[in-house]
C-alpha cells in the first residue's frame, strides 16, 4: 500500500523557517510525481510545490518562489520543503501527495491519487 508520512510543521513568528518532510513507502518512490499541497481554513487546497516523475521539472506557485524550495532523496523515499521567510498567509495544513504517472506534467494539481496526512503549518504576524 502507498503511504505517505509528511511532519515538520509547527508555529513559526512571521520571516521564520521551517522544513517539512514527506516519507514515503509501499510504491516505487523515482516513477511517481510528488508534491506539497497545502489548504488554509476556509479555502481550497492549493499546489505549493511539485516535482514530475522524471525530476526533470519542479514547479512553485508564484505565492512561494524564492522562499520555499522543494527537494527528493530517492535514497531515502523522502521528498523535503524547506519553507523561508514565511508570512502569516502560509499558514494551513500541509499535505504531500503522490501521482502514480506524468499525467500532469509535475504541475501541482489537486488530484493526485495518493495523499498523506497533513501537517500543520502556522505563521505569526
Known amino acids: 500500500d502507498v503511504q505517505l508520512q509528511a511532519f515538520g510543521g509547527g508555529l513559526v513568528p512571521a520571516g521564520g523557517s521551517l522544513r517539512l518532510s514527506c516519507a514515503a513507502s509501499?510504491?516505487?518512490?523515482?516513477?511517481?510525481?510528488i508534491g506539497w499541497f497545502r489548504q488554509a481554513p476556509g479555502k481550497e487546497r492549493e499546489g505549493v510545490s511539485c516535482?514530475?516523475?522524471?525530476?526533470?521539472?519542479?514547479h512553485y506557485i508564484t505565492s512561494v518562489k524564492g522562499r520555499f524550495t522543494m527537494s527528493k532523496d530517492n535514497a531515502k523515499d523522502t521528498v523535503y520543503l524547506q519553507m523561508n521567510n514565511l508570512r502569516p498567509e502560509d499558514t494551513g495544513v500541509y499535505y504531500c501527495?503522490?501521482?502514480?504517472?506524468?499525467?500532469?506534467?509535475?504541475?501541482?494539481?489537486?488530484?493526485?491519487?495518493?495523499w498523506g496526512q497533513g501537517t500543520q503549518v502556522t505563521v505569526s504576524s
Open positions: 509501499g510504491f516505487t518512490f523515482e516513477q511517481y510525481a
Open positions: 501527495a503522490v501521482e502514480p504517472s506524468d499525467i500532469y506534467g509535475g504541475l501541482c494539481v489537486p488530484l493526485y491519487k495518493y
Open positions: 516535482i514530475s516523475a522524471s525530476d526533470a521539472t519542479t
